[in-house]
Protein backbone atom coordinates (compact mmCIF):
# COMPACT_ATOMS: atom_id res chain seq x y z
CA UNK A 1 0.00 0.00 0.00
CA UNK A 2 0.92 3.56 -0.72
CA UNK A 3 1.88 6.31 2.09
CA UNK A 4 -0.20 8.41 -0.22
CA UNK A 5 -3.85 5.99 -0.06
CA UNK A 6 -3.62 6.13 3.90
CA UNK A 7 -5.12 9.14 4.72
CA UNK A 8 -2.38 11.66 5.59
CA UNK A 9 -1.81 15.14 5.26
CA UNK A 10 -0.31 17.25 2.68
CA UNK A 11 2.70 18.19 5.30
CA UNK A 12 3.06 14.12 6.29
CA UNK A 13 3.41 13.46 2.59
CA UNK A 14 5.96 16.06 1.86
CA UNK A 15 8.15 14.28 4.57
CA UNK A 16 7.54 11.03 3.54
CA UNK A 17 8.65 11.72 0.19
CA UNK A 18 11.45 13.82 1.04
CA UNK A 19 12.90 11.06 3.08
CA UNK A 20 12.15 8.61 0.17
CA UNK A 21 9.73 6.49 1.34
CA UNK A 22 7.03 5.51 -1.02
CA UNK A 23 5.32 2.11 0.04
CA UNK A 24 3.95 0.92 3.80
CA UNK A 25 5.37 -2.10 5.34
CA UNK A 26 2.77 -4.18 6.41
CA UNK A 27 2.63 -2.89 9.80
CA UNK A 28 2.45 0.62 8.82
CA UNK A 29 -0.39 0.03 6.60
CA UNK A 30 -2.21 -2.10 9.62
CA UNK A 31 -1.19 0.51 11.87
CA UNK A 32 -1.62 3.86 10.61
CA UNK A 33 -5.10 3.75 9.85
CA UNK A 34 -6.14 2.34 13.33
CA UNK A 35 -4.09 5.20 15.35
CA UNK A 36 -5.44 7.97 13.28
CA UNK A 37 -8.73 6.86 14.50
CA UNK A 38 -7.66 7.06 18.11
CA UNK A 39 -7.63 3.15 18.59
CA UNK A 40 -5.87 1.91 21.19
CA UNK A 41 -3.27 -0.69 19.54
CA UNK A 42 -0.62 -3.77 19.92
CA UNK A 43 1.63 -4.10 17.80
CA UNK A 44 3.69 -7.05 17.27
CA UNK A 45 6.61 -6.67 15.29
CA UNK A 46 10.58 -7.10 15.66
CA UNK A 47 13.39 -4.98 13.99
CA UNK A 48 13.42 -3.72 10.91
CA UNK A 49 9.92 -3.85 9.81
CA UNK A 50 9.22 -0.05 9.79
CA UNK A 51 7.59 0.27 13.49
CA UNK A 52 8.78 3.73 14.02
CA UNK A 53 7.47 5.21 11.11
CA UNK A 54 3.72 2.98 12.18
CA UNK A 55 3.59 4.91 14.89
CA UNK A 56 5.22 7.98 14.29
CA UNK A 57 3.48 9.33 11.34
CA UNK A 58 0.55 9.26 12.95
CA UNK A 59 1.74 10.62 16.33
CA UNK A 60 2.80 13.94 14.39
CA UNK A 61 -0.05 13.65 12.60
CA UNK A 62 -2.54 14.40 15.63
CA UNK A 63 -0.59 17.75 16.94
CA UNK A 64 -2.56 20.51 16.42
CA UNK A 65 -1.32 24.12 15.97
CA UNK A 66 -3.19 25.46 18.95
CA UNK A 67 -1.70 22.83 21.54
CA UNK A 68 1.13 25.20 22.00
CA UNK A 69 3.55 23.93 24.43
CA UNK A 70 1.81 20.95 26.25
CA UNK A 71 2.87 17.57 25.51
CA UNK A 72 0.56 15.91 24.15
CA UNK A 73 2.18 12.33 23.08
CA UNK A 74 4.92 10.61 25.45
CA UNK A 75 6.84 7.85 23.80
CA UNK A 76 8.58 5.42 26.20
CA UNK A 77 11.76 3.70 24.80
CA UNK A 78 14.44 0.83 27.04
CA UNK A 79 17.43 2.51 25.83
CA UNK A 80 18.88 6.36 25.33
CA UNK A 81 20.31 5.33 22.01
CA UNK A 82 16.62 4.11 20.85
CA UNK A 83 14.86 7.19 22.49
CA UNK A 84 17.24 9.51 20.20
CA UNK A 85 16.44 7.65 16.61
CA UNK A 86 13.06 7.34 17.66
CA UNK A 87 13.07 12.14 17.78
CA UNK A 88 15.25 11.68 15.15
CA UNK A 89 12.60 9.72 12.95
CA UNK A 90 9.46 11.97 14.42
CA UNK A 91 11.50 15.12 13.63
CA UNK A 92 11.86 14.40 10.13
CA UNK A 93 8.39 13.18 9.58
CA UNK A 94 7.27 16.43 11.00
CA UNK A 95 10.01 18.40 8.38
CA UNK A 96 6.81 20.59 7.26
CA UNK A 97 4.95 21.38 10.12
CA UNK A 98 6.92 24.02 11.87
CA UNK A 99 3.86 23.50 14.70
CA UNK A 100 5.35 19.98 15.81
CA UNK A 101 8.26 20.39 18.38
CA UNK A 102 10.01 17.06 20.23
CA UNK A 103 12.15 16.73 23.02
CA UNK A 104 14.36 13.84 23.80
CA UNK A 105 15.20 13.08 27.61
CA UNK A 106 17.32 10.32 28.58
CA UNK A 107 19.88 8.88 31.31
CA UNK A 108 23.42 9.95 30.69
CA UNK A 109 22.79 13.47 29.57
CA UNK A 110 22.91 17.04 31.40
CA UNK A 111 19.59 17.16 32.70
CA UNK A 112 19.84 20.83 33.32
CA UNK A 113 19.89 21.21 29.09
CA UNK A 114 16.70 18.71 28.74
CA UNK A 115 15.05 21.53 31.48
CA UNK A 116 16.05 24.03 29.29
CA UNK A 117 14.34 22.35 26.30
CA UNK A 118 11.50 21.12 28.29
CA UNK A 119 10.54 24.65 29.35
CA UNK A 120 11.00 26.38 25.83
CA UNK A 121 8.24 23.65 25.29
CA UNK A 122 7.61 20.26 23.42
CA UNK A 123 4.33 18.50 22.27
CA UNK A 124 5.84 15.05 22.21
CA UNK A 125 8.87 13.99 24.51
CA UNK A 126 10.45 10.99 23.71
CA UNK A 127 12.58 9.60 26.46
CA UNK A 128 13.44 6.63 28.84
CA UNK A 129 11.48 5.42 31.98
CA UNK A 130 14.31 6.10 34.64
CA UNK A 131 14.94 9.74 33.29
CA UNK A 132 10.67 10.57 32.44
CA UNK A 133 10.28 9.81 36.49
CA UNK A 134 13.11 12.05 37.62
CA UNK A 135 11.56 14.76 35.33
CA UNK A 136 8.39 13.88 36.80
CA UNK A 137 9.45 14.01 40.42
CA UNK A 138 11.38 17.63 39.93
CA UNK A 139 7.83 18.96 38.05
CA UNK A 140 9.50 20.11 35.11
CA UNK A 141 7.15 17.29 32.77
CA UNK A 142 3.77 17.29 33.09
CA UNK A 143 1.77 14.91 31.37
CA UNK A 144 -1.98 16.08 32.42
CA UNK A 145 -2.31 17.16 28.70
CA UNK A 146 -1.35 13.78 27.59
CA UNK A 147 -3.16 12.26 24.47
CA UNK A 148 -1.73 9.20 23.62
CA UNK A 149 1.06 7.00 25.10
CA UNK A 150 3.57 4.86 23.25
CA UNK A 151 5.43 2.17 24.61
CA UNK A 152 8.25 0.89 22.01
CA UNK A 153 10.00 -2.42 22.89
CA UNK A 154 7.81 -3.02 25.74
CA UNK A 155 9.39 -6.51 26.03
CA UNK A 156 12.78 -5.42 26.40
CA UNK A 157 11.41 -2.65 28.94
CA UNK A 158 10.23 -5.03 30.84
CA UNK A 159 13.19 -6.99 31.05
CA UNK A 160 14.89 -4.21 32.07
CA UNK A 161 13.11 -4.04 35.48
CA UNK A 162 11.35 -0.89 34.44
CA UNK A 163 7.85 -2.42 34.86
CA UNK A 164 7.04 -0.21 38.30
CA UNK A 165 8.73 3.04 36.52
CA UNK A 166 6.11 2.38 33.53
CA UNK A 167 2.96 1.85 35.71
CA UNK A 168 3.92 5.20 38.07
CA UNK A 169 3.97 7.22 34.50
CA UNK A 170 0.93 6.00 33.42
CA UNK A 171 -0.79 7.03 36.82
CA UNK A 172 0.21 10.35 36.00
CA UNK A 173 -1.60 9.99 32.25
CA UNK A 174 -4.73 11.24 32.03
CA UNK A 175 -6.96 7.62 31.86
CA UNK A 176 -8.89 9.69 28.46
CA UNK A 177 -6.10 8.36 26.47
CA UNK A 178 -4.66 6.20 23.17
CA UNK A 179 -2.82 3.72 24.47
CA UNK A 180 -0.03 1.99 21.84
CA UNK A 181 1.99 -0.64 22.78
CA UNK A 182 4.58 -2.21 20.37
CA UNK A 183 6.55 -5.65 21.35
CA UNK A 184 8.42 -8.00 19.70
CA UNK A 185 7.09 -10.89 22.34
CA UNK A 186 3.62 -11.05 24.49
CA UNK A 187 4.50 -12.90 27.67
CA UNK A 188 2.35 -12.70 30.75
CA UNK A 189 3.52 -9.13 32.44
CA UNK A 190 2.63 -7.69 29.08
CA UNK A 191 -0.52 -8.81 28.62
CA UNK A 192 -0.86 -7.61 32.61
CA UNK A 193 -0.07 -4.16 31.37
CA UNK A 194 -2.25 -4.00 28.08
CA UNK A 195 -5.30 -5.41 30.66
CA UNK A 196 -4.49 -2.78 33.23
CA UNK A 197 -3.73 0.47 30.81
CA UNK A 198 -5.74 -0.33 27.55
CA UNK A 199 -9.36 -0.40 25.96
CA UNK A 200 -10.30 -2.76 23.78
CA UNK A 201 -7.02 -3.11 21.95
CA UNK A 202 -6.59 -4.10 18.47
CA UNK A 203 -3.87 -6.53 17.80
CA UNK A 204 -1.97 -6.02 15.20
CA UNK A 205 0.97 -8.50 13.57
CA UNK A 206 2.99 -8.94 10.96
CA UNK A 207 2.67 -12.60 9.30
CA UNK A 208 6.08 -14.06 8.85
CA UNK A 209 7.06 -17.47 7.09
CA UNK A 210 10.03 -17.58 9.65
CA UNK A 211 10.54 -15.26 12.51
CA UNK A 212 14.18 -14.30 10.97
CA UNK A 213 14.83 -11.68 7.75
CA UNK A 214 14.68 -13.42 4.89
CA UNK A 215 17.25 -11.35 3.15
CA UNK A 216 19.86 -12.67 5.59
CA UNK A 217 21.98 -15.54 5.35
CA UNK A 218 22.85 -17.17 8.37
CA UNK A 219 26.25 -18.84 9.04
CA UNK A 220 28.06 -20.85 11.85
CA UNK A 221 31.68 -21.64 12.56
CA UNK A 222 32.72 -24.30 15.14
CA UNK A 223 35.68 -23.82 16.77
CA UNK A 224 38.16 -24.87 19.56
CA UNK A 225 37.46 -23.11 22.48
CA UNK A 226 40.01 -19.89 23.87
CA UNK A 227 40.16 -19.48 19.48
CA UNK A 228 36.72 -17.63 18.76
CA UNK A 229 39.64 -14.17 18.89
CA UNK A 230 41.33 -15.55 16.31
CA UNK A 231 38.27 -17.32 14.62
CA UNK A 232 36.69 -13.51 14.33
CA UNK A 233 39.66 -12.46 12.74
CA UNK A 234 40.59 -14.51 10.41
CA UNK A 235 36.27 -13.74 9.12
CA UNK A 236 37.17 -9.89 9.23
CA UNK A 237 40.15 -10.39 7.04
CA UNK A 238 38.87 -13.29 4.81
CA UNK A 239 34.83 -11.54 4.12
CA UNK A 240 36.69 -7.85 4.36
CA UNK A 241 32.75 -6.51 5.36
CA UNK A 242 32.32 -2.48 4.72
CA UNK A 243 30.08 -2.40 8.08
CA UNK A 244 29.68 -4.85 10.52
CA UNK A 245 28.48 -5.02 13.77
CA UNK A 246 29.87 -7.96 16.21
CA UNK A 247 27.59 -8.91 19.62
CA UNK A 248 28.75 -9.97 22.39
CA UNK A 249 27.32 -10.87 25.53
CA UNK A 250 28.73 -8.79 28.35
CA UNK A 251 30.37 -5.27 28.68
CA UNK A 252 33.81 -6.46 29.96
CA UNK A 253 33.76 -9.14 26.78
CA UNK A 254 33.21 -5.87 24.75
CA UNK A 255 35.75 -4.20 26.21
CA UNK A 256 38.43 -6.39 25.53
CA UNK A 257 37.59 -7.20 22.07
CA UNK A 258 37.48 -3.95 21.00
CA UNK A 259 41.12 -3.67 22.39
CA UNK A 260 42.45 -7.02 21.07
CA UNK A 261 40.66 -5.64 17.77
CA UNK A 262 41.92 -2.29 17.98
CA UNK A 263 45.67 -3.71 18.66
CA UNK A 264 45.82 -5.43 15.37
CA UNK A 265 44.90 -2.44 13.25
CA UNK A 266 41.01 -3.00 12.68
CA UNK A 267 38.85 0.19 12.93
CA UNK A 268 36.89 -0.86 15.92
CA UNK A 269 35.24 0.37 19.08
CA UNK A 270 32.67 -1.03 21.74
CA UNK A 271 29.51 0.56 22.47
CA UNK A 272 27.93 -0.28 25.79
CA UNK A 273 26.00 1.06 28.70
CA UNK A 274 28.84 1.80 31.14
CA UNK A 275 30.24 4.27 28.51
CA UNK A 276 29.10 8.31 28.93
CA UNK A 277 26.81 9.11 26.83
CA UNK A 278 28.98 12.01 24.85
CA UNK A 279 31.41 8.54 23.58
CA UNK A 280 28.51 6.63 22.90
CA UNK A 281 27.43 9.69 20.47
CA UNK A 282 31.02 9.59 19.20
CA UNK A 283 31.09 6.31 18.31
CA UNK A 284 28.10 5.84 16.74
CA UNK A 285 28.83 8.63 14.73
CA UNK A 286 31.75 7.34 13.41
CA UNK A 287 30.27 4.04 12.78
CA UNK A 288 27.65 5.68 10.99
CA UNK A 289 30.04 7.92 8.82
CA UNK A 290 32.23 5.06 7.95
CA UNK A 291 35.22 6.22 10.26
CA UNK A 292 34.48 3.42 11.97
CA UNK A 293 33.41 0.24 9.93
CA UNK A 294 33.48 -2.94 12.86
CA UNK A 295 31.06 -2.27 16.26
CA UNK A 296 31.45 -4.29 18.87
CA UNK A 297 28.50 -4.11 21.58
CA UNK A 298 25.95 -5.96 23.53
CA UNK A 299 22.15 -6.25 22.73
CA UNK A 300 20.79 -3.76 24.93
CA UNK A 301 22.90 -0.93 23.39
CA UNK A 302 22.97 -1.60 20.11
CA UNK A 303 18.93 -1.34 20.46
CA UNK A 304 19.70 2.12 18.75
CA UNK A 305 21.95 1.50 15.69
CA UNK A 306 20.05 2.78 12.58
CA UNK A 307 22.47 2.14 10.16
CA UNK A 308 21.06 0.63 6.79
CA UNK A 309 24.56 -0.24 5.08
CA UNK A 310 25.44 -3.04 7.80
CA UNK A 311 26.74 -6.27 5.44
CA UNK A 312 27.27 -8.55 7.84
CA UNK A 313 26.59 -9.76 11.57
CA UNK A 314 29.03 -11.59 13.70
CA UNK A 315 27.81 -13.20 16.73
CA UNK A 316 30.96 -13.76 19.01
CA UNK A 317 29.00 -14.81 21.41
CA UNK A 318 26.15 -17.03 21.47
CA UNK A 319 22.99 -15.14 22.28
CA UNK A 320 21.29 -15.48 26.32
CA UNK A 321 17.72 -14.90 24.48
CA UNK A 322 16.25 -16.56 20.49
CA UNK A 323 14.56 -13.18 20.43
CA UNK A 324 18.32 -11.45 20.87
CA UNK A 325 19.38 -13.47 18.05
CA UNK A 326 16.63 -12.20 16.15
CA UNK A 327 17.21 -8.41 16.85
CA UNK A 328 20.73 -9.00 16.09
CA UNK A 329 20.53 -9.92 12.78
CA UNK A 330 17.50 -7.80 12.22
CA UNK A 331 20.79 -5.12 11.92
CA UNK A 332 21.87 -6.22 8.39
CA UNK A 333 19.91 -7.16 5.20
CA UNK A 334 17.58 -3.67 6.17
CA UNK A 335 16.15 -1.75 3.19
CA UNK A 336 15.05 -3.92 0.35
CA UNK A 337 19.48 -5.17 0.94
CA UNK A 338 21.05 -8.62 1.55
CA UNK A 339 23.12 -9.45 4.78
CA UNK A 340 25.04 -11.77 6.39
CA UNK A 341 25.23 -13.16 9.57
CA UNK A 342 27.95 -15.24 11.50
CA UNK A 343 28.00 -17.19 14.68
CA UNK A 344 30.79 -18.26 16.29
CA UNK A 345 30.22 -21.13 18.60
CA UNK A 346 32.95 -23.32 20.73
CA UNK A 347 32.09 -26.80 21.59
CA UNK A 348 29.20 -28.90 20.98
CA UNK A 349 27.09 -27.21 24.37
CA UNK A 350 27.12 -23.69 22.22
CA UNK A 351 25.92 -25.70 18.96
CA UNK A 352 23.13 -27.36 20.32
CA UNK A 353 22.07 -23.86 22.09
CA UNK A 354 22.23 -22.20 18.44
CA UNK A 355 20.24 -25.17 16.64
CA UNK A 356 17.83 -24.86 19.66
CA UNK A 357 17.33 -21.35 18.08
CA UNK A 358 17.39 -22.14 14.79
CA UNK A 359 14.72 -24.19 15.50
CA UNK A 360 12.70 -21.53 17.45
CA UNK A 361 13.61 -18.74 14.52
CA UNK A 362 12.61 -21.46 12.37
CA UNK A 363 15.82 -20.23 10.04
CA UNK A 364 18.66 -22.43 8.85
CA UNK A 365 21.74 -21.56 9.87
CA UNK A 366 24.82 -23.36 7.82
CA UNK A 367 27.44 -24.33 9.42
CA UNK A 368 30.75 -23.42 7.12
CA UNK A 369 34.63 -24.02 7.69
CA UNK A 370 36.67 -21.64 9.00
CA UNK A 371 38.94 -20.18 5.81
CA UNK A 372 42.43 -21.16 6.34
CA UNK A 373 45.24 -19.03 7.03
CA UNK A 374 46.55 -19.91 3.17
CA UNK A 375 42.93 -18.93 1.96
CA UNK A 376 43.26 -15.39 3.25
CA UNK A 377 46.64 -14.73 1.72
CA UNK A 378 45.59 -16.19 -1.30
CA UNK A 379 42.43 -13.52 -1.37
CA UNK A 380 44.70 -10.82 -0.26
CA UNK A 381 47.26 -11.59 -3.20
CA UNK A 382 44.24 -11.40 -5.77
CA UNK A 383 42.93 -8.75 -4.37
CA UNK A 384 46.19 -6.99 -4.49
CA UNK A 385 47.04 -8.13 -7.97
CA UNK A 386 43.57 -6.61 -9.36
CA UNK A 387 44.31 -3.22 -7.87
CA UNK A 388 47.96 -3.31 -9.04
CA UNK A 389 46.16 -4.00 -12.68
CA UNK A 390 43.54 -1.35 -12.55
CA UNK A 391 46.52 0.80 -11.45
CA UNK A 392 48.22 0.37 -14.67
CA UNK A 393 45.50 0.61 -16.90
CA UNK A 394 44.73 3.37 -15.29
CA UNK A 395 48.44 5.08 -15.80
CA UNK A 396 47.96 6.65 -12.21
CA UNK A 397 51.20 6.36 -11.58
CA UNK A 398 52.97 6.55 -14.50
CA UNK A 399 55.37 9.55 -13.22
CA UNK A 400 57.44 7.22 -11.49
CA UNK A 401 58.77 5.25 -14.44
CA UNK A 402 62.06 7.34 -13.84
CA UNK A 403 62.37 5.49 -11.12
CA UNK A 404 62.22 2.38 -12.50
CA UNK A 405 64.28 3.22 -14.77
CA UNK A 406 66.75 3.79 -12.87
CA UNK A 407 66.34 0.54 -10.98
CA UNK A 408 66.76 -1.55 -13.91
CA UNK A 409 70.15 0.81 -14.37
CA UNK A 410 71.62 -0.61 -11.29
CA UNK A 411 70.80 -4.21 -12.83
CA UNK A 412 66.93 -4.86 -11.37
CA UNK A 413 64.71 -6.59 -13.64
CA UNK A 414 61.03 -5.64 -13.65
CA UNK A 415 59.88 -9.07 -12.68
CA UNK A 416 61.96 -8.75 -9.88
CA UNK A 417 60.81 -4.92 -8.69
CA UNK A 418 57.39 -6.17 -9.46
CA UNK A 419 57.31 -9.36 -7.13
CA UNK A 420 58.75 -7.04 -4.34
CA UNK A 421 56.67 -4.22 -3.94
CA UNK A 422 53.68 -6.83 -4.75
CA UNK A 423 55.23 -8.38 -1.77
CA UNK A 424 55.96 -5.46 0.14
CA UNK A 425 52.01 -4.49 -0.25
CA UNK A 426 50.52 -8.34 0.47
CA UNK A 427 52.69 -8.93 3.56
CA UNK A 428 51.21 -5.27 4.91
CA UNK A 429 48.06 -6.53 3.97
CA UNK A 430 48.39 -9.90 5.81
CA UNK A 431 50.70 -9.28 8.74
CA UNK A 432 47.62 -10.02 11.12
CA UNK A 433 46.31 -12.92 9.79
CA UNK A 434 46.76 -15.68 12.61
CA UNK A 435 47.92 -19.21 12.53
CA UNK A 436 44.77 -21.60 12.86
CA UNK A 437 45.34 -25.17 13.92
CA UNK A 438 42.23 -26.86 13.50
CA UNK A 439 40.82 -29.33 16.01
CA UNK A 440 41.75 -32.97 16.19
CA UNK A 441 39.33 -34.94 16.45
CA UNK A 442 40.01 -38.95 18.18
CA UNK A 443 36.66 -40.59 18.58
CA UNK A 444 37.75 -44.07 17.48
CA UNK A 445 37.87 -46.91 19.94
CA UNK A 446 41.55 -47.54 19.61
CA UNK A 447 42.55 -44.32 20.72
CA UNK A 448 45.32 -43.32 23.22
CA UNK A 449 44.57 -44.06 26.51
CA UNK A 450 45.46 -43.44 30.61
CA UNK A 451 48.93 -45.05 31.39
CA UNK A 452 50.01 -46.03 28.07
CA UNK A 453 53.16 -45.35 26.34
CA UNK A 454 53.32 -41.88 24.46
CA UNK A 455 51.45 -40.03 26.81
CA UNK A 456 52.73 -36.57 28.99
CA UNK A 457 51.31 -34.58 32.01
CA UNK A 458 49.54 -31.02 31.28
CA UNK A 459 49.52 -29.12 34.54
CA UNK A 460 46.11 -26.68 35.49
CA UNK A 461 46.70 -23.78 37.64
CA UNK A 462 43.26 -24.72 39.83
CA UNK A 463 43.05 -27.11 42.64
CA UNK A 464 40.43 -28.43 45.01
CA UNK A 465 40.73 -25.11 46.62
CA UNK A 466 39.23 -23.52 43.95
CA UNK A 467 36.38 -25.94 44.51
CA UNK A 468 37.89 -28.04 40.89
CA UNK A 469 36.17 -31.73 40.18
CA UNK A 470 37.39 -34.20 37.77
CA UNK A 471 34.66 -33.79 35.63
CA UNK A 472 34.79 -29.69 35.51
CA UNK A 473 38.31 -30.44 34.23
CA UNK A 474 36.94 -33.54 31.46
CA UNK A 475 34.03 -31.67 30.31
CA UNK A 476 36.77 -28.62 29.65
CA UNK A 477 38.53 -30.84 27.57
CA UNK A 478 36.50 -32.28 25.39
CA UNK A 479 34.74 -29.06 24.65
CA UNK A 480 37.99 -27.27 24.13
CA UNK A 481 39.60 -29.89 22.06
CA UNK A 482 36.92 -31.49 20.61
CA UNK A 483 38.90 -35.51 21.60
CA UNK A 484 37.07 -38.07 23.66
CA UNK A 485 36.73 -38.11 27.10
CA UNK A 486 38.56 -41.27 26.97
CA UNK A 487 41.78 -39.55 25.04
CA UNK A 488 42.44 -38.21 28.45
CA UNK A 489 44.03 -40.15 31.06
CA UNK A 490 44.54 -39.80 35.14
CA UNK A 491 43.32 -36.44 36.52
CA UNK A 492 45.25 -35.90 39.36
CA UNK A 493 43.89 -32.77 42.08
CA UNK A 494 45.96 -31.22 44.16
CA UNK A 495 45.62 -27.86 46.65
CA UNK A 496 46.29 -25.58 43.81
CA UNK A 497 46.75 -27.14 40.62
CA UNK A 498 45.49 -30.08 38.13
CA UNK A 499 47.39 -32.58 36.39
CA UNK A 500 46.11 -34.44 33.37
CA UNK A 501 47.56 -37.32 31.42
CA UNK A 502 47.39 -36.80 27.57
CA UNK A 503 48.13 -37.75 24.47
CA UNK A 504 51.92 -36.76 23.53
CA UNK A 505 51.25 -36.39 19.72
CA UNK A 506 48.32 -34.32 20.74
CA UNK A 507 49.88 -31.78 23.65
CA UNK A 508 50.12 -28.71 21.96
CA UNK A 509 46.79 -29.08 20.50
CA UNK A 510 45.48 -29.13 23.78
CA UNK A 511 47.78 -26.33 25.58
CA UNK A 512 46.63 -23.95 22.50
CA UNK A 513 43.25 -25.22 22.88
CA UNK A 514 43.10 -24.75 26.73
CA UNK A 515 44.90 -21.75 26.85
CA UNK A 516 42.76 -18.55 28.23
CA UNK A 517 39.88 -20.66 29.12
CA UNK A 518 37.44 -20.78 31.95
CA UNK A 519 36.58 -24.11 34.46
CA UNK A 520 34.29 -23.30 37.06
CA UNK A 521 34.09 -19.76 36.07
CA UNK A 522 37.68 -19.08 36.97
CA UNK A 523 40.14 -18.36 34.24
CA UNK A 524 43.19 -21.08 34.12
CA UNK A 525 46.88 -21.27 32.71
CA UNK A 526 48.13 -24.69 30.99
CA UNK A 527 51.45 -26.10 30.52
CA UNK A 528 53.50 -28.82 30.23
CA UNK A 529 53.66 -30.31 33.95
CA UNK A 530 57.30 -30.54 35.15
CA UNK A 531 56.95 -32.41 38.73
CA UNK A 532 56.76 -30.20 41.54
CA UNK A 533 58.46 -30.32 45.17
CA UNK A 534 57.72 -28.75 48.39
CA UNK A 535 53.97 -28.83 49.71
CA UNK A 536 51.93 -29.29 46.49
CA UNK A 537 54.11 -32.81 46.21
CA UNK A 538 53.75 -33.80 49.46
CA UNK A 539 49.88 -33.51 49.14
CA UNK A 540 50.61 -36.26 46.84
CA UNK A 541 49.43 -38.64 49.57
CA UNK A 542 46.13 -37.29 49.62
CA UNK A 543 45.44 -36.19 46.06
CA UNK A 544 42.30 -37.85 44.35
CA UNK A 545 43.14 -40.32 42.14
CA UNK A 546 41.07 -40.86 39.01
CA UNK A 547 41.66 -43.15 36.11
CA UNK A 548 40.86 -43.68 33.09
CA UNK A 549 38.98 -46.77 33.04
CA UNK A 550 36.77 -44.75 35.61
CA UNK A 551 36.37 -42.18 33.42
CA UNK A 552 35.22 -44.69 30.78
CA UNK A 553 32.79 -45.47 32.60
CA UNK A 554 31.13 -42.17 34.27
CA UNK A 555 32.64 -40.17 31.85
CA UNK A 556 29.62 -39.21 29.74
CA UNK A 557 27.47 -39.25 32.72
CA UNK A 558 29.80 -36.64 34.65
CA UNK A 559 30.63 -34.76 31.75
CA UNK A 560 26.51 -34.30 30.40
CA UNK A 561 25.94 -33.18 34.17
CA UNK A 562 28.85 -30.40 34.69
CA UNK A 563 28.27 -28.75 31.27
CA UNK A 564 26.95 -25.71 32.73
CA UNK A 565 30.50 -25.31 34.83
CA UNK A 566 32.41 -26.27 31.57
CA UNK A 567 34.66 -23.87 29.82
CA UNK A 568 32.25 -22.16 27.22
CA UNK A 569 29.28 -22.06 29.74
CA UNK A 570 30.61 -21.12 33.03
CA UNK A 571 31.22 -17.82 31.87
CA UNK A 572 27.97 -17.35 29.76
CA UNK A 573 25.77 -18.39 33.20
CA UNK A 574 27.86 -16.96 35.74
CA UNK A 575 27.95 -13.36 33.69
CA UNK A 576 24.80 -10.85 34.10
CA UNK A 577 22.67 -9.71 31.76
CA UNK A 578 22.02 -6.20 32.26
CA UNK A 579 23.60 -4.27 29.93
Not at 146 to 151: A, K, P, Q, S, Y
Not at 208 to 228: A, L, N
Not at 269 to 286: E, I, P, V
Not at 329 to 345: D, E, L, N, Q, V
Request: positive net charge; proline residues 3%; hydrophobic residues 35%.
Amino acid sequence: MLFSELGLSEEILKAVEKIGYEEATEIQAKTIPLLLEGRDVIGRSHTGTGKTAAFGIPAVSSVQKNDGNTVRILVLCPTRELAMQACDELNKFSDFMPWVRTCAVYGGADIERQISQLRRGANIVVGTPGRIMDHINRHTLKLDGIRTVILDEADEMLNMGFREDIETILGFVPEERQTVLFSATMPEPIMAITQKFQRDPVVVGVEQKSRTVDSVEQFYFDVPMGRKTDALQILLLAYEPKLSIIFCNTKKMVDELSEQLVSKGFRAAGLHGDMKQASRTQTLNAFKSGRLNILIATDVAARGIDVDDVDAVFNYDIPQDCEYYIHRIGRTGRAGKSGIAYTIASGRRQVNDLMDIARYTKAHIERRELPTRDDVLTAKANAVTEAVKNCVMSGKYERFSEQVAALEAEGFSAEQLAAALLGMKISAETRNVPEFIKPVFRTERGGRGTGKSGSVKVEISLGRANKIAPNFVLGALVDATGMAGKNFGKIDIYDRFTTVEVPEADKEHIIDSMTGIKINGQKIKIKLYEGRSGRDNRDNRDRRDYRSDRNDRVGKRDYKRSRGSSAGTASRRNSKRYQ
